[in-house]
């Protein structure tokens, strides 16, 4: 009789692990969706940004074709990030950018105390948020550095259409243009907006590259400005720096750049004219 009160008791307590597991796997699934509930708040803007500045690609590989595309409908943004932030992560961006997030934890709250079949009671939101953190689940994707160092070495190999350009606008769209033909049309973009600044080509929503002719000591002083903002959004950050021999104490400016963790890319060029027509243009030549 005895063994037989054994058995039942190991069958009531395996029964109710066997119930608490399956509770534990509907919260976990549950605190998932509020998580990507929350991101759903922020706008596509918003999202490609935090992405950026969390350095999570916004780009998909296929595994098995290996062609890459770049993340664009708000459902597939929410999710990758969802699979790389934390729920703290991602409150702590709701309470950065003002998004809404406590009704959606309250929610949680409630769904939790009915289904461990806790007696109600209120708790103080910092309370819930740490039952969410200790039941969130997610794996970080780890940052492919691959990438960011074929960028810069395909910027080396850079070569302007004829050995010339026009100005700095020419010197930008045509190392575009170059880095669209290396890594897709669709992984490359001009004229970013990230705060006062435009960032002139962004590369897989990662690398960061402005380009500068060094013509001045005011635009080297604002490429330093420049660069430390983009820091704080990109994984990589490249500054191209067209060298035409000018006064502008170009190597304390570059050694400024790298101590910021900047790398940089020289590229010695001249003005000279060029024929067009039966006029003469103002160009710069690329020394090679």
């Not at 929610?107 to 009671?121: G, V, W």
């Not at 004829?162 to 049309?185: M, R, T, Y």
Request: hydrophobic share 40%; charged share 40%.
């Amino acid at each position: 009789m005895g063994f037989r009160n054994l058995l039942r008791k190991a069958g009531e307590v395996t029964k109710k692990a066997i119930d608490r597991a399956g509770k534990e796997v509907k919260w976990r699934k549950k605190v998932g969706e509020a998580k990507r509930e929350i991101l759903a708040r922020f706008s596509v803007q918003q999202l490609k940004k935090i992405a950026a500045s969390k350095g999570i690609s916004l780009v998909y590989e296929d595994p098995i074709t290996g062609e890459r595309q770049r993340l664009t409908t708000k459902t597939e943004i929410v999710g990758r990030l969802a699979r790389n932030l934390s729920f703290e992560e991602v409150v702590d961006l709701a309470r950065r950018y003002k998004v809404r997030y406590s009704d959606i934890v309250q929610e949680l709250e409630k769904f939790r105390q009915e289904l461990f079949e806790e007696k109600s009671r209120k708790r103080s939101e910092k309370e819930a948020l740490e039952s969410i953190y200790e039941a969130d689940e997610y794996e970080a994707e780890e940052v492919n550095t691959e990438d960011m160092l074929d960028v810069f070495d395909s910027l080396r190999d850079f070569r302007p259409i004829g050995g010339f350009v026009k100005d700095e606008d020419d010197l930008k769209n045509q190392i575009a243009s170059w880095l669209a033909h290396a890594f897709g049309p669709n992984n490359v973009q001009v004229e970013v907006p990230i705060e006062r600044y435009r960032v002139d080509i962004v590369v897989e929503d990662r690398v960061a590259i402005e380009v500068k002719i060094a013509s001045s000591v005011s635009k080297l002083q604002r490429l330093l400005g420049q660069m430390r903002v983009y820091k704080d959004y990109f994984d990589d950050v490249i500054a191209v720096i067209l060298d035409i021999g000018k006064d502008v104490d170009l190597e304390r400016y570059i050694t400024k750049l790298r101590r910021d963790g900047v790398r940089v890319l020289v590229i010695e060029g001249k003005k000279t004219t060029k024929k067009k027509g039966k006029k003469r243009e103002v160009v710069i030549r690329i020394q090679t």
